[in-house]
């Protein structure tokens, strides 16, 4: 009986000692698995904030992940780009995944250009073709949530008016409502992205006038802003502000720790009368 009695309790412990290895060895087998998500400029990342502070605790190879980065991102030169890098943290192994840079900067990336407008319903940085509108839609179609690409192309427009940008010469409100009417519904629909040579020198053309037409509004604008800026400096301290450093005080007047000490003088003056 006591034979057994040792044998169950052996055997009892046996087991017990096979769950806990079979409980680890399932724990390595479930890669667990970090993020790190970060903005970063196209082909050029680098171990500095914010990727190797946040990959080193992870000990995958910094170098390698970096590198990686730059080579994936080397087409979005001087655009931020979303970057997610995936590591294993049991393995060491990393997978990367590169977002698209926000609309704002693909835009501008197009154009040429590094800022948008300072006052954007005046002045105009830039003239799109809906070709070019078509391309950067293509490319946000994913994250942009749009139904379609028409969809797409007219949230695109929104972005450039934003920016001071036109579009086919065209605020977005008239482009949109050209959009609306199946003006470009060929190249939405072919998804055409090409512009010619000679449609550039007409895009050229439009936002030379634009800027123009507006150049008299703006140099007004600028005037009315320098004027309040100079109006603002030269307002003179309020009444009974101590005067500059060797002015001369107003007629009749007394300094203030003169007369402060006169006061008690000439009370004790009018007692003794």
Partial sequence: METTANFIKVYLSFLSKDCKTA????DNKMAKKEKVEAMIEGG???AAPPLGPALGPLGVNIGQVISKI????????GMKVP???VVDTSSKEFE???GTPPTSALIKKELGIETGAGIPNKE???NLAI???IKIAHMKMDSLLAKDMKAAVKTVIGSCNSLGVLVEGKTAR?????IDSGKYDKEIKAESTEVSAEKKAVLKQQLDETKKFYEKELARIKAEKEAKEAAKAAVPGAEGAAPAAGAAPAAGAKPAAAAAKAAPAAKAAEKKK
Avoid: F, H, P
């Avoid at 409980?23 to 399932?26: C, E, Q, Y």
């Avoid at 008239?174 to 050209?178: F, K, S």
């Fill in 23 to 26: 409980s680890v060895k399932g």
């Fill in 44 to 46: 050029k990342a680098s």
């Fill in 70 to 77: 730059n080579e994936k991102t080397a087409a979005y030169k």
């Fill in 83 to 85: 970057v997610t890098v």
């Fill in 96 to 98: 990367i995944e590169i």
């Fill in 124 to 126: 105009k940085v830039g």
């Fill in 131 to 133: 070709e070019q509108i």
């Fill in 174 to 178: 008239l482009v949109n409502a050209d």
